[in-house]
């Protein structure tokens, strides 16, 4: 009797799908487990990945990360071709499709996206979380309307250069109360290739997870450059709430020497305070102590972005940003953007905190 062995083709293609299925069964763990995410991804595994890759990206001048996703514009529209012209299968351009968004999918939590499940930030920075009344609210409003008028300055010929370097140096002094292990990597700043488009859905900046890459919008005015640039920064060192990132972005400004970050994180912040204190009937008294050239620049400013902003643009990049980060547990979804002022407070009602600091009273 003769047997014949029958040939195993073994299904290479499920590779990729099966490692995306365990990488969501270790977000899922990760979600539950912060502290361990903390001590062993965030603060000894991420600072090699963002090192490496940042040193790599940082010798070229253009956006990897955009070239990676028009890359993908690219894929997507000629399998769609292909399937139109039937030069290619539904089975072949599904298994590519599938393996391409697998890959995308584990590429984007090993490089970077498991910091979404650290632990917060009150608890890395160690400081108290405030139950804050009305009136304590009115009391640090006031007082950052004061900072900000007292901090206006003009921006006339300041060099993005030496934005960067006040903004490493003030990062590189608070890191070890930002519990951030500094450097982690370069920071090299680059225009978003888009940036019309972006700026259509009012970006002003992004960060690149593929290739450890800030980006910023060429039609951001110099007045918001200092912040927007702190804030990308504080993505690439493993923050990747929004809210802290703008917290860090604050901190790091507000406490620098430079004027223009101190002026420009003030500005920022006090648009978010004026959000969260909308109905209240101080709201009107608050900001009549504006200075007259701080309210220029906040009209400066919202006249700026509506002549760039498409609505439509707008409304499809703000459900794809809300869905985005409400998957990665980020339960407000956009609206942790505003969580800045929650953070703001906190620091501020808590003195032993400033006092162990020697924090600046922004």
Known sequence: MNFQKTKYNFPWWLVLPVL????????????RHPAIVETIYTQKVYPVIASTFSAISSLISFSLDDLFY?????????????LIFKKITWKSAGKIVLNTLAAVYISFYFL????YFRSDVTQRLKISEQDADSEQFLAVFTHLTTQLNDSHTRFDNLKIETVDSLVEASYRELSPMLNIPYPAGKRRAKSITFSRFFAGAGISGYYGPFF???HINKH????????ILAHEKAHQFGVTSEAEASF???????????KHLRYSANLYVFR????????????SEI????????????????????ELRNEKIDHAASKMNDAYLKTNKVEKGIEDYHGVVKHVMDLSLDSAFQRKWNLNSE
């Open 248 to 258: 860090y972005a604050w901190l790091v400004c507000t406490n620098s020497s430079s």
């Open 20 to 31: 995306a299925v365990f990488t969501f069964v270790l977000t899922e763990l990760a979600a």
């Open 112 to 115: 970077w996206g498991f910091n």
């Open 70 to 82: 028009s890359f993908l514009i690219v894929l997507f529209t000629l399998l769609v071709t292909l």
């Open 220 to 227: 951001l005015l110099p007045v918001e450059y200092p912040f």
């Open 287 to 306: 900001t009549s102590e504006l200075d007259d050239r701080v309210k220029a620049d906040f009209q400066k400013i919202r006249e700026h972005w509506m």
């Open 272 to 283: 978010h305070f004026l959000y969260h204190g909308r109905h209240l009937e101080q709201l």
């Open 212 to 214: 450890n890459e800030i």
